[in-house]
């Protein structure tokens, strides 16, 4: 052989022809490997990731040395690693999810499909009380109805099933759903565009009103007053309207009064992350509809370290399921182990620099970030500075003379500018909630 590489291709072609490798495990781990080099007595290999390293290595790693030792004509160890500049998740394992997923069908969100449990059962119990018109008592009870709670605990679920049992059982109905975010867009077009009228005659028009993350409205005026009359227009009416957001009205520091004050005249509830049981149930259900068969160990490792959000509970599984499918593997503990720690590092909250902090007070307070380093000294900036002094201390925990550096100015005046600021949060409940929604955004994101 004049090179590494050419043995490489030479163990494919043993893998590929090897009866304890599917062709399609061949496709996913076997066939990107690439050679890297042979060096005291150790074939090295690159894979596209460290979860594709660490799954090839595992479940291929005895074939392979088998296939090195018979094309060589020697013994070695086989070691793959992962790519320098590689990704953390491979693309061949995004590409099987979404495989996975577009086989089995988009799912309909029902009430039938929803797992309820300790954390959303009297939501459950109020939208199927909205979701069923032909039982007319308490119906003013729940209108507006506002179903409030994190990203990926089943808000969206709820207001969908809402919306596909009424249209099941009375398809004559005018059943409107929409995101807060595409409400926004359709208003903006509409004036654009000089077609108001069109925009006020869909949806002034409709039996039901469903939005959800109407949270993304708050802060921008004209939508809002348009809202404000599109509301008023359907509950003076007696038409059902059904909105989530991550909030409660009374935590939207930046909707309008009168908005918050409608948004409470029916009902208000909220979901909270899932318990152990809810959890298990959930896992089990998605499970079941990819034909997945899961060991109770596996379904109960997935449930100890997922615990706040259901998007992330159902993606472990849809994880598995790729996996099982392309490797002929049976679900294991260390599958899952994987799985979840890839999950995990996805979702791990971006690093809260300086320049974040400076960007996200800016936009609370309507500001730029150039004005909060500058020297202007008017209110609204001035505000803003001290703010971020008080972040830069409470979140990063940088002492007076780090933040006096980082804004240009003597350090000595950045005690007073803390002070200043808790002394304002005991007295001024509006700032002191948005300066808890800074942090938050701060944290989650």
Known sequence: MNSFSMVVEKIKEYCLNHPGISSMGYDIWIKNLEAYKLEDGTAVLYADSSFAAETAQSQYGDIL???FEEILGFPVDVKITVKPNAGSVSDNTKQIEERIVNESGKKELTFDNFVKGKSNELAYAFCTAVSDIDKTENKDVFNPLFIYGNSGLGKTHLIKAIENKVHKNHPEINIIYIT??????EYIKAVTDKETASFHDKFRNADFLLIDDIQFIAGKDSTQEEFFHTFNELYNRGKQIVLTSDIPPSKMTKLDERLQTRFVTGTQVDIQSPDFET?????NKKAQELGLNLPEAVTRIIAEKIKTNIRQL????????????YTNETPSISMAQKII?????????????VDRIISEIAAAFGVSAEDI???NRSAPISLARKVTIYIFREVKGMTYLEIGNELNRDHSTMTTSYKDVVSMMKKNN????????IIKNLKNR
Do not use: W, Y
């Open 65 to 67: 040395k088998c296939g």
């Open 180 to 185: 807060g975010e595409q409400f926004t867009n």
């Open 279 to 283: 959890r298990i149930a959930i896992i």
């Open 314 to 325: 159902e993606g472990a599984v849809k994880k598995i399921k790729a996996l099982t499918v």
């Open 341 to 353: 720690k890839e999950i995990q590092i996805d979702n791990h909250p971006a690093e809260i620099t």
């Open 373 to 375: 380093r500058s020297k």
């Open 430 to 437: 509006d700032l002191k909630t948005t300066i808890g929604d």
